[in-house]
T-cell receptor, first 116, second 113 residues
């Protein structure tokens, strides 16, 4: 069975600090996909990034970066120079690689609070 | 302009009632989903439809019945509402190809009194 663990329930930092959100996953599939979603206080779910299991390249998008390490089954997310607007609940998710029936299995979420 | 829309946004009702939540997507996607987010923010899939055909049906009480009249719509009907059904329900859609992200609606907060 697939499982995603986000061990950090809550993180609180001061603005401009760097912060890393951890994500560890379990799957028996050799091909799978990983995602990060953001849920701001307004409640919607915003897609941030996806990765397939064959692509271990790290990705940087502005202040956001993602580190995918298959050897440790981790897909961590770092925010550099955090801002108050980054305050949200962040979810890591995993799906199997099947046509049609892509089911997202979510981690428990990490509530990130950026204090001014 | 809205990609995935849900109505209503808030739903407050008494135990034992029957209610429906509607979802529409204008993205032309083939696959739609219902997820439930509980009070601890945990998100879990409930159902998925692909081209109006049910393809995922997780362990959900049969009081919950999804209906897909066409590819762009996926509604959720709940019979005999219980206190434990209080949650935020999210609809999502996804284009074909399993390596595509899901696009989520704004959510419907259901409160059962």
């Amino acid at each position: 069975a697939q499982k995603v663990t986000q061990a950090q329930t809550e993180i609180s930092v001061v603005e401009k600090e760097d912060v890393t959100l951890d994500c560890v996953y379990e799957t028996r599939d050799t091909t799978y996909y990983l995602f990060w979603y953001k849920q701001p206080p307004s409640g919607e779910l915003v897609f941030l990034i996806r990765r397939n299991s064959f692509d271990e390249q790290n990705e940087i998008s502005g202040r956001y970066s993602w580190n995918f390490q298959k050897s440790t089954s981790s897909f961590n997310f770092t925010i550099t120079a955090s801002q108050v607007v980054d305050s949200a609940v962040y979810f890591c998710a995993l799906s199997e690689a099947r046509q049609g029936a892509q089911k997202l299995v979510f981690g428990q979420g990490t509530r990130l609070t950026i204090n001014p | 302009d809205t990609a995935v829309s849900q109505t209503p946004k808030y739903l407050v009702t008494q135990m034992g009632n029957d209610k429906s939540i509607k979802c529409e997507q204008n993205l032309g996607h083939d696959t739609m989903y219902w997820y439930k987010q509980d009070s601890k923010k945990f998100l879990k899939i409930m159902f998925s439809y692909n081209n109006k055909e049910l393809i995922i049906n997780e362990t959900v009480p049969n009081r919950f019945s999804p209906k897909s009249p066409d590819k762009a719509h996926l509604n959720l009907h709940i019979n005999s509402l219980e206190l434990g059904d209080s949650a935020v329900y999210f609809c999502a859609s996804r284009p074909g190809g399993s390596y595509n992200e899901q696009f989520f609606g704004p959510g419907t907060r259901l409160t059962v009194l």
